[in-house]
């Protein structure tokens, strides 16, 4: 047995270039239970991106444990920590059993008829009075395909307004914005096995540690290997990944794209570019060229403050590489020009001619489990399908699956980003508000203006969710729904992966899934296609994902050839996955051909820096016809640096424990209790200077709000204060906040990128006071990870025991 909260990434399997990253199976069931007694039912983790294959254990008509799926692509047997117990939530007591509403100013129990009855009179009342622009909807990264495509549906169908975003947009919007910028669609082109095969790893604002964990498995499983990959880390903490690191980047945060443009700088000045690559298969190498030679390592190091050697060091293992698969995350996509930073990411690969060949690719990874089907259904800031939404072909071919008006899809501007909608509601435009599984009032930054839109009379809120969240506690209605393990359904992972997720056990009491509380929306709206007929011709999720596949055919994200039945049994299979390629599609553009022409391309592009978007015409100019298309751009300060009244620079993040703002994680007793309360990492310097010790109390504060937390002495940048944003006003189970300020994003700025629409999370300005001695305890958090104190001050993190790891086989 092992505890896998102490020890995070298990027993080491080494491999080798070439060979077959080793099976092992991790399994985790609760004490007591037979297990000869417990039933086995296939699906895949909901707590990050990696979508590792899992099977729940059911007994007694309850979840009661899980274990890796030893033939699944994505992780070979293996779960992190949040995989194998954060499904304790589901059995949580606090779930909610039936709809509440709110009457006489406070949330009370009503009828499921008497909830959606109350929501579709006021959907009714807000379209007559103000028009399908009155209404709003914000959905999550963590439901289903099903889920997404029915919702998407009613609103750009049914409802026909612009106004539907996925909390997607604060995770990796800019993922999806740098792959139609720069190869004409999105979908990573690579796959997970080009990191059994590369030589070398870029990892870039990606503290693959904690928020991939079986992904670091895979890696870490390489660099104990024979022929270890070598790896270069950008990130302000000394993470895990950082000390595995040849060269370590601890830069300032918000200057990527400096150091970015330093790192080609020096590919381009080295000759280490594949010429004959970049004639070929790109676009824009000269105007590239022109803007990359004013960032010498010298100019960059005084923009990141890092030495320059260390950049020129950096951008020669870059260089010499033969296979290099580059990835990026939340330290791009929540930064400052984060769109224009991802594109270099895309740049340096394509620079190398490393694309679309084994150990070969970049990652512009997903946070979130189902961020890529948000994408692919529309339910965000996309056209269903990955259409042009500026394309009148698009629309058109839409319209006519979903037998529609094209006037009818809303297509004369882009799809409203969550920051636009809030401020619409905040000016009294939108005045009904549907939010699904997501917890804005802790979640989107200057938390204190969040709370007051909520809390407008004339805004009709309506929440979706299996608790009674920060946000749910300001609904007017409220309405309980299934979640993983209770409902069927697929979704993707971030190299293009399907899996599907059988339901194992009932939801408790009254909950519905998403999809079924859409449909009954639907229904009783009286939604219908320009015949008559009902809008939605779909009744249970096997029949949304035909119709689905159906719609995807000819598209990027081709699901015309898988079906509940192919993948039944055994491993996710990644799309495209069609006639051509009836097994799915391992990595794209193996032919060098982009999908960069301009009657197939999900985008025209933008201007990187003031994020203007290129009309048809502008793209037709540029004439990429199948090539990539090298976006270059300048370096430029943030909108909030530091400064004599606050210092110090916020950077906010996970912990490998928690997710998101822990309506899952915080359910579940080994998670919550190796991670239970917010804290402040700051470095030895800083902490010296102020006099503050490790346990200290403390005020943070930026000119938005403060928060108060303990301290941990930690690797952390000197200036840099680092606040994990998991943390609410009240814990799971508590009835009412404690009243001590603990969101980091009561501290963040309402500032977002240009292009992406992402919040900018990581660039705020802050400062530091000392409130009271710590007494020499030490802060809450973990002793594991980014966290890691740089002296021991208190008892390890552990409590994580109880997990079998079985291993099969391995090569070293």
Not at 664 to 692: C, H, M, N, Y
């Amino acid at each position: 047995m092992t505890d896998r909260v102490a020890d995070i990434w298990g027993a080491r399997t080494p491999y080798g270039s070439g060979s077959q990253w080793p099976v092992r199976v991790d399994q985790y069931v609760e004490d007591g239970v037979p297990e000869d007694e417990v039933e086995w039912s296939q699906s895949a983790c909901v707590l990050c991106s990696n979508g590792c294959g899992m099977d729940v254990g059911v007994h007694g008509g309850r979840i009661v444990g899980v274990r890796g799926r030893a033939d699944d692509r994505a992780n070979h047997g293996r779960l992190g920590p949040k995989g194998l117990f954060g499904w304790q939530a589901n059995n949580s007591p606090d779930r909610l059993t039936q709809p509440l509403v709110r009457r006489r100013g406070k949330l009370r129990p009503a009828s499921w008829d008497e909830a959606m009855a109350l929501v579709v009179d006021r959907t009714r009342e807000v379209m007559d009075s103000r028009g399908p622009l009155g209404m709003g909807f914000y959905d999550t990264g963590q439901l289903f395909l099903e889920d997404y495509y029915t919702l998407s549906v009613i609103v750009r169908a049914g409802i026909g307004t612009p106004h539907l975003d996925g909390n997607t947009r604060l995770c990796t919007a800019t993922a999806d914005f740098a792959l139609k910028e720069t190869f004409g669609t999105d979908g990573d082109p690579g796959s997970m096995t080009d990191f059994d095969v590369c030589d070398t790893i870029f990892a870039i604002g990606h503290n693959i540690a904690e928020t991939h964990t079986v992904l670091w498995m895979r890696i870490l499983d390489r660099l104990r290997g024979p022929d270890r990959p070598r790896l270069v880390v950008v990130d302000p903490r000394r993470t895990k990944v950082a000390q595995e690191a040849d060269v370590h980047l601890p830069i300032r945060s918000g200057t990527n794209l400096a150091l970015l443009n330093g790192i080609q700088h020096e590919l381009l000045a080295g000759g280490w570019i594949d010429e004959e690559f970049t004639e070929r298969h790109t676009i824009g190498l000269s105007k590239l060229e022109q803007t990359v030679k004013e960032y010498p390592p010298e100019r960059v190091a005084e923009i990141c403050g890092v030495p320059a050697g260390d950049i020129r060091e950096a951008a020669h293992v870059i260089g010499t590489g033969r296979r290099l698969v580059s990835t990026c995350l939340q330290g791009v996509y929540q930064s400052h020009q984060a769109t224009a930073s991802a594109c270099q990411v895309n740049n340096i690969n394509l620079l190398r001619g490393m694309v679309g060949k084994p150990g070969c690719t970049v990652f512009q990874m997903n946070g979130q489990p189902t961020a890529q089907n948000t994408r692919e259904t529309g339910a965000n800031g996309d056209l269903a399908g990955m259409r042009n939404w500026q394309n009148p072909e698009h629309v058109r071919e839409l319209a006519r699956i979903w037998n529609v008006d094209d006037i009818q899809i809303p297509s004369w501007a882009p799809p409203t980003h969550v920051m636009q909608m809030f401020r619409y509601a905040e000016e009294g435009s939108i005045r009904f508000l549907w939010i699904v599984g997501t917890n804005p009032a802790v979640s989107l930054p200057e938390l204190h203006r969040i709370r007051s839109i909520l809390k407008q009379k004339r805004l009709f809120v309506v929440v979706s969710d299996a608790f009674l969240t920060e946000t749910a506690q300001l609904a007017d209605v409220v309405l309980p729904t299934a979640i993983w393990g209770e409902k069927a359904g697929t979704y993707t992972n971030h190299d293009r992966t399907v899996h599907l997720s059988e339901k194992a056990v009932e939801p408790p009491g009254e909950a519905r899934p998403d999809m079924d509380i859409f449909l009954d929306y639907a229904r009783r709206l009286e939604l219908t296609d320009k015949d008559g007929a009902p809008l939605l011709k779909w009744r249970t999720p096997e029949e949304c994902f035909e119709a689905f596949k159906q719609m995807t055919r000819g598209r990027p994200c081709d699901y015309s050839g898988l079906s509940y039945g192919k993948l039944r049994g055994g491993s996710g299979i990644p799309w495209p996955c069609n006639d051509e390629a009836p097994d799915g599609t391992e990595r794209l553009y193996t032919d060098h051909r982009f999908n960069t022409d301009g009657d197939y391309c999900e985008d025209y592009g933008h201007d990187l820096l003031t994020g203007a978007a290129y009309e048809s015409k502008d793209h037709a100019a540029m004439g990429p016809a199948g090539r990539a298309v090298l976006k270059a751009a300048d370096y430029l300060p943030p909108h909030e640096p530091p400064g004599e009244e606050y210092p110090f620079l916020l950077n906010t993040g996970r912990s490998v424990y928690h997710w998101h703002t822990r309506t899952k994680t915080g359910r579940a007793r080994q998670l919550d209790a190796a991670a239970p309360d917010v804290w402040v990492e700051i470095s030895p310097a800083d902490a010296q200077r102020l006099g503050i010790v490790e346990g200290d109390l403390v005020r943070v504060e930026s000119p938005r709000g403060r928060i108060e937390a303990k301290v941990r002495v930690s690797g952390v940048r000197d200036g840099v204060v680092f606040v994990p944003f998991h943390y609410g006003h009240w814990d799971p189970g508590e009835a009412e906040p404690d009243g001590r300020p603990r969101a980091a994003n009561e501290l963040t700025i309402t500032d977002w990128d240009p292009v992406s629409k992402q919040p900018v999370f990581k660039t705020a300005a802050v400062r530091v006071e000392k409130l009271a001695d710590g007494g020499g305890a030490p802060s809450p958090a973990p002793t594991t990870a980014g966290a890691e104190p740089l002296s021991v001050t208190g008892p390890a993190t552990a409590g994580g025991e109880g997990v079998t790891e079985t291993a099969r086989g391995g090569t070293s």
